[in-house]
């Protein structure tokens, strides 16, 4: 069977062609026809059977040919990890691109205000998770009134994080008469309710078992007479050849565990949920092309989570369910490859874990192994890591304190007192929406006023309304102190940085700005004479006298203030 006799356009079929994939997998040719046909679908198929071109292309057929208007998508793929919407979002984006369609994803860990810009040039299919697609829709971002079909992927995981509150929520906002597809390795408990309330008599289509007895896949138990001895047979299993995955039950653990690696030599990245998204892409691309082989994880990596080539999953920390250890040991013998998964397991853990691989459905003896042993070179491919220390991989550089003002106008950065730096690591990207009060009960996001040519020139206080200057993203106006100590703030002026009002024992810039109240023009009069150079002085006092003594009614204000 081909793709084109599943009732595809020729298009698409032509699109996939160039990406390699020629013939539908089981679990696409049993639901993409019904897909096709309106109806709602339920799909179950192991971890790696092709769940996302079995909902992502006849999604893709039904939106051909419409189009979207800002900020109302037609179609929605709700996931429970940024990783996993990212793969989507790559995996649909080029059959996609062939039908004239837009795909985007939204995710928390990313700037909220670049996928609001994304969504309000239009998207035809949007893949989100919960979490960002609600606040999206509370920042007025986002709308789902037009939505025509809904997917959902991975939703037993979904249940399991906990997401089926806000699941429930956005599906209520989409239209009731909507065509629904649900799709998951396992179906069952909160799911089966799930699939009660939004599925209309679905049609079901299971490929296979949830168990872990794949041909290509072999399974081990690894006896460890104590830690000292598990860390050691941790590090040369590291250092074989090969991609492997290693999952640990916390993310200190992960951090702890790619450290001690990189201690002894082995390319190594950590990846879980406190890593900031930018941090887990590149840890995550880095993997992929084989420059850091080994990868420490949370179960973050355990559901969705496609790289091609992974031969080898070992469970550092055995996995608390059965479920888990299938989703885990997914990650490997994908798509007919062969693969090896290895479970470390303590004295203590041996009942515990044993039950749980048989639920599982694997039965395994295990072996006892000790660091150097030749049974754990033929289970792994374990060898001796070299023992030279490797630097941990740099975070992005941000720009330097000196001209930085002059690097975040050029980056188009506009926030107040905002960087580089917050683009990438702050969830919400630091932005409201204009007239939404951000978290510190400010406005939103506003465009710079009375900027100097020659960047270093004071202004009035915006508090005094009369245009304040913004200078290095920073309000030149003054600041109150929980001192009680008010001052006008300096500003940038040929690099050096004004820090607010100046501490006794240190230097006050000369570029401070006119106080409370001075109007625009005398402000920037009184910045501009001083933009030159700083001044030192012994007292906040003299560093204002310096600056030019403030006019009128700023004059009266610094008075009380001191």
Sequence with gaps: MTFADLGLPAVLVQALHRSGIEAPFPIQAATVPDALAGKDVLGRGPTGSGKTLAFGLPMLTTLAGGSSAPRRPRGLVLVPTRELAAQIEKALDEPALALGLRVASVVGGAPIKRQADRLAR???????????????????CADLSDVRITALDEADHMADMGFLPQVTKLLDRTPKDGQRLLFSATLDGEVDKLVKRYLRSPVTHSTAPPSASVSTMSHHLLYVRDKFDKRAVVAEIAAREGLTIMFVRTKHGADRLAKQLRGVGIATGALHGGKAQNNRTRTLAAFADGSTP????????????????????????????SKAYLHRAGRTARAGEDGVVVTLVSAEERAEVEKMTRKAGVDIVGVDVRPGDRKL??????????????????????????GAATKRRSSGSGRRGGSAAADIDDPSGGWSPEGTPDA?????????????????????????????????????????????HADARATRSNGVRGEGSAPSSSRAPATATAGRGSGAASGHTAGAAHAARPTRSDTPGQGRRRAGRPQGSAAQGNRRAN
């Design 122 to 140: 239009g998207v035809d299919l949007l893949i989100a998770t919960p979490g960002r697609l609600e606040d999206l829709i509370a920042q007025r």
């Design 440 to 484: 510190s009960g400010r406005g939103g996001r506003r465009p710079s006023q009375g900027r100097s040519g020659a960047r270093g020139a004071g202004a009035g206080s915006r508090r005094g309304g009369d245009g304040g200057a913004r200078t290095g993203g920073r309000d030149s106006g003054s600041a109150q102190r929980s001192t009680g």
């Design 377 to 402: 070179a033929q289970i792994t491919g374990a060898r001796t890591p070299s023992g030279i220390a490797l630097v941990a991989p740099a975070p992005p550089q941000q720009p330097a304190r000196q």
């Design 294 to 321: 080994v990868l420490v994880t949370t179960d973050v990596a355990a559901r969705g989570i496609h790289v091609d080539g992974i031969s080898l999953v070992v469970h550092v920390d055995p996995p608390a369910e």
